[in-house]
């Protein structure tokens, strides 16, 4: 098992999630993808993993959402931060929401998303390098 920090990224556009990946790689952390909210619920139940964090897009198909998503990984683990990217949700972050949260709004920078990893976890853990 790698000691890297891993995080679940949970998006059902397939060039989306892998460049996510690419850059997750880069940023020196194990990533798992799960294209539906319920492939991300699977994956936070799977034993011997715990996520350093949880990056999940909002409407992803037939099914639970990612705000759904964000309700289960609480349930699991009260402080996981979570990143929630959207093309259309971004005014519901408010009310659906979870605490320790960010919301990106599609299409959103590389930075951004670091900007978003740094600030929400453990920044004397993980020395995150900005690039791209």
């Known amino acids: 098992m790698s000691n ?26 194990e990533v798992q993808l799960a294209p539906t909210a319920e492939a991300g619920m ?3 139940d799977s034993l011997g993993k715990d996520y350093t964090c949880l990056i999940t897009d909002i409407r992803l198909g037939p099914g639970a959402t990612g705000w759904d998503l964000a309700r289960w990984a609480r349930k699991r683990n009260a402080l996981m931060p979570i990143i929630y990217m959207s093309g259309d949700s971004i005014l519901d972050w408010n009310h659906w929401g979870v ?14 998303l670091t900007t978003a990893l740094l600030h929400l976890t453990d920044k004397a853990r993980f020395e995150l390098p900005i690039s791209r």
């Open 42 to 44: 699977a994956a936070l």
């Open 4 to 29: 890297k920090p891993s995080v679940l990224v949970v998006e059902d556009e397939f060039i989306l999630a892998m460049t996510l990946e690419a850059h997750l790689n880069d940023l020196d952390f």
């Open 99 to 112: 605490s320790n949260s960010q919301m990106l709004a599609k299409p959103f920078s590389l930075n951004q």
